[in-house]
Nanobody
Framework: QVQLVESGGGLVRAGGSLRLSCALS????????MGWFRQTPGKERDFVAA????????EYAESVKGRFTISRDNAKNAIHLQMNSLKPEDTAVYYC????????????????WGQGTQVTVSS
């Protein structure tokens, strides 16, 4: 059974940076595409970024392009999301997700989810 554990959330001022991490256990990490989604109260879970199982392709939401960078470390079974130039509108619970092989931007197509980590950006 796949387990995902996120870390690295917190409170930061606008313009600051945070780095989120997600560790996968229970399956062969290199066989999975990994992604990040975010959600605010009363709204749907939105795509943020994803990385292909080989690490040779990434996808970003328009709202975070140029500010966020997703990366994976297959040796440590982990992915990271480096978030720079944070804005108050980035405030949300961030969820790590995994699915076999091919990334997608649609939340309902991801098989496994972490518990989420809160990111709060103050103005």
């Amino acid at each position: 059974q796949v387990q995902l554990v996120e870390s690295g959330g917190g409170l930061v001022r606008a313009g600051g940076s945070l780095r989120l991490s997600c560790a996968l256990s229970g399956r062969t990490f290199s066989n999975y595409a990994m992604g990040w989604f975010r959600q605010t109260p009363g709204k749907e879970r939105d795509f943020v970024a994803a990385i292909q199982w080989r690490g040779d392709d990434t996808e970003y939401a328009e709202s975070v392009k140029g500010r966020f960078t997703i990366s994976r470390d297959n040796a440590k079974n982990a992915i990271h999301l480096q978030m720079n130039s944070l804005k108050p509108e980035d405030t949300a619970v961030y969820y790590c997700a995994a699915k076999p092989l091919i990334l997608t931007t649609f939340a309902h197509e991801w098989n496994y989810w972490g518990q989420g980590t809160q990111v709060t950006v103050s103005s």
